[in-house]
């Protein structure tokens, strides 16, 4: 089993800055893929970018492209999303998530096995 919980959901003007932590613990070696997801009111969860634990290779949704970064610390069993340049369209409420281990990185949340409580961002205009 492998659990995650995302921390650092706020309230930001345009523009802003935030960054969102996830704690992976459990049996961590069972994952080689996280994901970060939000999902709005009245819309379908998305994949905001997505890391190979093992490799390092990151991949980002085109929206959020040049203004969020994904990253990790494999000894601290973190994963981080620092949201630069937030718009208020980015508010949402985010999740962290991981797969089993997998031979390439899935942006289809369904493929995702392990998700945390989610962290609501709020951007104001």
């Known amino acids: 089993q492998v659990q995650v919980v995302e921390s650092g959901g706020d309230s930001v003007q345009g523009g802003g800055s935030l960054r969102l932590s996830c704690r992976v613990s459990g049996e961590a070696s069972g994952t080689n893929c996280m994901g970060w997801f939000r999902q709005a009111p009245g819309k379908e969860r998305e994949v905001v970018a997505r890391?190979?634990?093992?490799?390092?290779?990151?991949y980002y949704a085109d929206s959020v492209k040049g203004r969020f970064t994904v990253s990790q610390d494999n000894a601290e069993y973190m994963v981080y999303l620092q949201m630069d340049s937030l718009k208020p369209e980015d508010t949402a409420a985010y999740y962290c998530?991981?797969?089993?281990?997998?031979?390439?990185?899935?942006?289809?949340?369904?493929?995702?096995?392990?998700w945390g409580q989610g962290t609501q961002v709020t951007v104001a205009s």
């Open positions: 890391i190979n634990t093992e490799i390092g290779t990151t």
């Open positions: 998530a991981a797969t089993v281990r997998v031979p390439y990185c899935p942006a289809n949340p369904q493929l995702f096995k392990y």
